[in-house]
């Protein structure tokens, strides 16, 4: 389509107008534009306009733009004689673009008075008003939602680690790939329901002999992640070895000793522990029962008991007071206690409900966090059955047979958790 815009031309001879110019090639057509005498250009009978470049087809419409927007001023134009320059006026022009990136473009129409020139570097504004279809506004609004929960969700997981970033001890750099290993390594750890292959011994009577062990492990003074080995290896061997019940608390003893050598700095001796026992064996039978246990476990006590991951979720928690410590620790004792609980969970498992049953009953808000979520990897409705178990197990502490527990955690070093009213949880 041609978008030429054309001005009538006066002849030079006569000055009459013969009509527009002859429809040749665009060249020829140029050739008549810019054939004028001494650089001369007459317009529907004006006086010539010196100009001092070629008239091309840009320029051509950049006269007749100029013309327009002025309304009868004079042209002024660079490169025309500004003294000479005259109103423009014609056809109804068309629309007129140029290619060159370095001119203005200039939109001419019939119907507007005022028209604004517009950089050829920007795009042109069509003046059809954009249609937004249901289905466009709706895949937005999606978008749009699902950017806010993740970008909510990023702050919501807190970076807790980052205060440990100059403590060697604590291993920022590799402590979530640690962790990974120990949830991947915590089934192999675990036992199944062995007291089926006990015919001498039930869960009561390992029930009373974690109990008593408590008390074994505050007259020593002996670090948690020792009571909870113990147990690990107590499980773990009588699992694999039948046992009768007078060798039980024998059992008991030698786990200790054993959890003491590799847990603790100072391991109390064997002797201390025979009389604990009130003589009731020997020190060459500890020793030889410790033999056989280590024999039996091939010697493997590198394993994640439920006090590894309390370390990392209470830390989760984000600044836990000891209150707050104090009472994970007791639901999550409570919960070893318990035999079917043991079976049934794993470590990380009863980690987790307590941390999240000592919040709901100490009312820390929001009782389950996207930081807890992340670093233990359970959602709250996981963990609501074993956390409904360790919260019975608080309401009821105080009134059974078996209360080292309940006894340890009244104490004031202990904050007296024990006491407080239990949890509530739907």
Same mark, same amino acid.
């Given at each position: 389509?041609d978008?030429?815009?054309?001005?009538?031309?006066q002849?030079r001879?006569?000055?009459?107008?013969?009509?527009?110019a002859?429809?040749?090639?665009?060249?020829?057509a140029?050739?008549?534009?810019?054939n004028?005498?001494?650089?001369?250009?007459e317009?529907?009978?004006?006086?010539?306009?010196?100009?001092?470049?070629?008239?091309?087809?840009?320029?051509?419409?950049?006269?007749?733009?100029?013309?327009?927007?002025?309304?009868?001023?004079?042209?002024?134009?660079?490169?025309?004689?500004n003294?000479?320059?005259?109103?423009?006026?014609?056809a109804?022009?068309?629309?007129?673009?140029t290619n060159?990136?370095?001119?203005?473009?200039?939109?001419?129409s019939?119907?507007?008075e005022?028209?604004?020139?517009?950089?050829s570097?920007?795009?042109?504004?069509?003046?059809?008003?954009?249609?937004?279809?249901?289905?466009?506004?709706?895949?937005?609004?999606?978008?749009?939602?699902?950017?806010?929960?993740?970008?909510?969700?990023?702050?919501?997981?807190?970076?807790?680690?980052?205060?440990?970033?100059?403590?060697?001890?604590?291993?920022?750099?590799?402590?979530?790939e640690?962790?990974?290993?120990?949830?991947?390594?915590?089934?192999?750890?675990?036992?199944?329901?062995?007291?089926?292959?006990?015919?001498?011994?039930?869960?009561?009577?390992?029930s009373?002999?974690i109990?008593?062990?408590?008390?074994v492990?505050?007259?020593?003074?002996l670090?948690?992640?020792?009571?909870?080995?113990?147990?690990n290896?107590?499980?773990?061997?009588?699992?694999?070895?039948?046992?009768?019940?007078?060798?039980?608390?024998?059992?008991?003893?030698?786990?200790?000793?054993?959890?003491?050598?590799?847990?603790?700095?100072?391991?109390?001796e064997v002797n201390?522990?025979v009389?604990?026992?009130?003589y009731?064996?020997t020190?060459?039978?500890?020793?030889?029962?410790?033999?056989?246990?280590?024999?039996?476990?091939?010697?493997?006590?590198?394993?994640?008991?439920?006090?590894?991951?309390?370390?990392?979720?209470?830390?989760?928690?984000?600044?836990?007071?000891?209150?707050m410590?104090?009472?994970?620790?007791?639901?999550?004792?409570?919960?070893?206690?318990d035999?079917?609980?043991?079976?049934?969970?794993?470590?990380?498992?009863i980690?987790?409900?307590?941390v999240?049953?000592?919040?709901?009953?100490?009312?820390?808000?929001?009782?389950?966090?996207?930081?807890? $979520?992340?670093h233990? =990897?359970?959602c @709250?409705?996981?963990? +609501?059955?074993?956390? /409904?178990?360790?919260v !019975?197990f608080? &309401? $009821?502490?105080?009134? =059974?047979?078996? @209360?080292?527990?309940? +006894?340890?955690?009244? /104490?004031?070093?202990? !904050?007296?958790? &024990?006491?407080?009213?239990?949890?509530k949880?739907?």
């Open positions: 389509m978008t030429r815009a054309v001005a009538p031309l002849p001879g006569n000055g009459k107008v013969h009509g527009e002859p429809r040749r090639n665009q060249r020829v140029l050739e008549d534009r810019t004028l005498g001494e650089g001369q250009v317009i529907e009978g004006k006086p010539g306009v010196q100009v001092t470049r070629r008239i091309t087809r840009s320029f051509h419409a950049q006269l007749l733009a100029n013309a327009q927007k002025n309304n009868g001023n004079p042209v002024l134009v660079p490169g025309v004689d003294k000479e320059a005259k109103n423009i006026s014609g109804p022009a068309k629309k007129v673009t060159k990136t370095d001119e203005d473009v200039v939109v001419i019939s119907g507007e005022n028209e604004k020139p517009v950089n570097g920007k795009p042109v504004q069509c003046s059809r008003k954009e249609v937004k279809t249901l289905t466009s506004i709706l895949t937005a609004r999606s978008k749009a939602m699902a950017g806010g929960d993740t970008n909510k969700q990023k702050e919501q997981i807190l970076d807790f680690d980052r205060a440990d970033v100059n403590d060697e001890l604590a291993v920022v750099e590799y402590v979530d640690l962790y990974k290993f120990y949830k991947l390594e915590e089934d192999d750890c675990r036992v199944g329901d062995y007291l089926g292959t006990q015919p001498d011994i039930n869960s009561k009577m390992r009373i002999l109990d008593w062990l408590v008390d492990h505050r007259k020593f003074e670090m948690p992640e020792t009571f909870y080995l113990t147990v290896i107590i499980d773990r061997f009588l699992s694999r070895k039948m046992v009768t019940r007078r060798e039980l608390q024998l059992v008991g003893i030698s786990s200790t000793v054993i959890a003491s050598k590799y847990e603790e700095v100072w391991a109390p201390d522990f009389c604990l026992s009130d009731a064996y020190g060459c039978q500890i020793r030889a029962m410790e033999k056989a246990i280590l024999q039996k476990l091939e010697w493997y006590l590198t394993v994640p008991t439920p006090y590894v991951f309390l370390a990392r979720y209470i830390k989760a928690s984000i600044s836990p007071d000891d209150e410590k104090n009472m994970v620790f007791y639901l999550a004792e409570l919960g070893v206690l035999y079917q609980i043991t079976i049934r969970h794993s470590p990380s498992m980690a987790a409900a307590a999240y049953a000592a919040r709901c009953t100490l009312n820390k808000m929001p009782f389950w966090t996207e930081t807890l $979520k992340h233990t =990897g359970y @709250k409705e996981e963990l +609501r059955e074993c956390a /409904k178990v360790l !019975g608080h &309401s $009821k502490a105080g009134e =059974g047979d078996l @209360k080292a527990i309940y +006894r340890k955690y009244t /104490k004031p070093e202990y !904050g007296a958790v &024990s006491r407080r009213t239990p949890a949880i739907c």
